[in-house]
């Protein structure tokens, strides 16, 4: 080869190289100056990933700051499918330790395959033990955040009121949806930055959390554990569908206790059937029966058609429009006067003193003692109860309602009507709270419902319910009790009344002669259906235990 030839080769090599270097530089500086910054937010989104930090929710304590609603911690696994290597092993090994179903292992698989997210969640509220046994496996991308779970450290106590939170710490019934605005937490965020491996070297914009506020309930739970118990013996004696019962201070509207039996485990919702999550004392409606004379024997006080002396000469049985009313036990015709009729449960009393009373009045007293408006409970699903317009008192209504059938009321309601005669005539707003966040919820309404007087003469007359009436069986040594017994058909989905199914029920005000206590008993369906039978021991046991726990002295000593 020729110097010459030789000399335009390396020319050509040079040039080469320019232009390779000239290339080079140009790609560099259009990198570092025109993609600069897209470039840098791509490798930043590859390397930083924001987390949600969970709030804890408030917590719930009875009126004694036993704890009815905690949080303990739980582990919340996520992912990040950019880093996840292998995401068909990982999904398995997650799965297997997690123990999730076919159906999980499908839909964790699909969730680390798709690259275009930087977060997901692996599990949430994982048990610390299996959260703990996974990150020991270290898979690549995922990651573990402390989060709070809600739990119900006394369980089946007070669970119907209480209600339960979500797997998002969102209240789905009960007080926790209630409250659900003021128990959630702010949640708080921290954007983290990793390595290429996965691990986190830096951490940066913390958001912090901020939990929710707590809750102080007017519950008792040692009243409330007495109740249930109670309850749960008498639904299983008299063979019952169900069994309910609300406590109340009849001068504040506190519930000291508000049970429903069945009861069910608030820490397993995800087993209990629908049915049993109702809270019957505010959500459910029934007709009351006998307890329901009391409204019309306190509007005839009240009108001056009538004084507790007042006679009335009664057959056995009164024909009222196209229904014949008679009494629950056959008898000759009597002469009773008003307090005899509301001791001896007369129907055909109730009917002829609701006639002397008139259908107009008899409405306004309905509406006056809160019969179909909710009251106002600080509780979601409040039944107004059902209360035919004066209009629509067709038939046989005048006389079947004044003995409280074709009308039908929440035991919330008729808890509160007992409590406004306890309490010399003042109807007080039913309430379950008393403290948000360590300060006082708002206070109950109040409004008169009777005189101090009415109230009076009906206290005497439920005295003698109980002392020589259809209440003997609620008597309790030492001590006066003031009540009514309840025995009412319960009607079918055709609006006939049944003749073997019955609400048997019982309310009554202890001591008589100083009310510390209002407490309504009802079991639907028993095997025996009278209140003064079934219901009305079951008020007895109740009381005796919440007059020894409150140390209330005896104010009838022998």
Excluded at 12 to 20: H, R
Excluded at 193 to 221: C, F, H, M, Q, W
Excluded at 263 to 275: E, G, K
């Amino acid at each position: 080869m020729s110097q010459r030839a030789a000399n335009r080769r390396i020319r050509l090599l040079g040039a080469a190289l320019v232009l390779t270097l000239a290339i080079a530089l140009a790609r560099a500086g259009w990198i570092q100056v025109v993609r600069a910054s897209s470039l840098a937010k791509l490798a930043d989104a590859q390397q930083t990933q924001t987390i949600p930090i969970p709030a804890p929710r408030g917590s719930i304590f009875d009126r004694n700051n036993v704890e009815l609603a905690a949080n303990e911690d739980s582990i919340t696994i996520s992912a990040d499918p950019r880093l996840v290597k292998s995401p068909a092993a990982e999904a398995s090994r997650a799965a297997a330790v997690l123990g999730l179903d076919q159906q999980g292992d499908v839909n964790l698989l699909s969730a680390l395959s798709d690259r275009s997210k930087g977060f997901v969640y692996v599990a949430r509220q994982a048990p610390v033990a299996k959260a703990a046994r996974l990150k020991r496996m270290k898979l690549a991308g995922f990651d573990y955040t402390v989060e709070p779970k809600r739990t119900y450290p006394q369980g089946t106590l007070a669970a119907q009121t209480i209600g339960f939170a979500g797997v998002e710490n969102q209240g789905l019934s009960g007080l926790e949806y209630e409250y659900d605005r003021l128990l959630t937490g702010r949640n708080g965020e921290q954007t983290v930055v990793r390595d290429p491996a996965g691990s986190v070297i830096d951490a940066r914009n913390s958001k912090y959390e901020k939990a929710g506020a707590d809750l102080t309930l007017t519950i008792d739970s040692t009243i409330q554990s007495y109740v249930q118990q109670v309850l749960a013996q008498a639904r299983k004696t008299w063979q019952a569908r169900s069994a309910s019962a609300v406590i109340l201070d009849p001068h504040s509207g506190e519930v000291l206790a508000m049970a429903t039996a069945p009861a069910y485990n608030a820490n397993d919702v995800s087993v209990t059937p629908l049915q049993l999550l109702r809270n019957r004392a505010v959500t459910d409606t029934y007709e009351p029966g006998s307890t329901f004379k009391l409204v019309t024997v306190a509007g005839a006080l009240s009108e001056g058609v009538v004084t507790p002396q007042t006679q009335f000469t009664l057959p056995y049985s009164i024909k009222v429009a196209d229904k014949t009313i008679h009494d629950s036990h056959p008898r000759g015709t009597e002469t009773m006067t008003v307090s005899q009729i509301l001791t001896q449960s007369s129907n055909v009393g109730a009917v002829r003193i609701s006639q002397r009373l008139g259908t107009e009045r008899l409405a306004r007293w309905i509406k006056r003692f809160g019969f179909g408006e909710a009251t106002g409970i600080d509780f979601p699903s409040e039944s107004r109860g059902i209360v035919r317009p004066l209009d629509q008192w067709y038939g046989s209504a005048a006389g079947t309602i004044p003995i409280g059938q074709g009308i039908a009321v929440t035991p919330i309601q008729l808890a509160a009507a007992y409590a406004a005669i306890a309490n010399k005539g003042v109807w007080v707003q039913p309430r379950l709270v008393t403290t948000i966040g360590g300060k006082a919820a708002p206070a109950s309404k109040r409004r008169r419902v009777v005189t101090p007087a009415v109230a009076s003469q009906l206290m005497t007359m439920l005295g003698g319910v109980v002392d020589k009436g259809t209440g003997t069986e609620a008597e309790i040594p030492n001590y006066s009790v003031a009540g009514k017994t309840g025995t009412a058909q319960k009607p079918d989905s055709t609006g006939h009344y049944s003749t073997s199914k019955y609400v048997a029920s019982f309310v009554g005000v202890v001591p008589a002669s100083d009310p510390r206590l209002v407490i309504l008993v009802i079991l639907d369906e028993p095997s025996t259906i009278w209140g003064g039978s079934v219901a009305a021991p079951a008020f007895k046991e109740i009381a005796l235990d919440c007059l020894r726990y409150l140390e209330v002295p005896p104010d009838r000593p022998s």
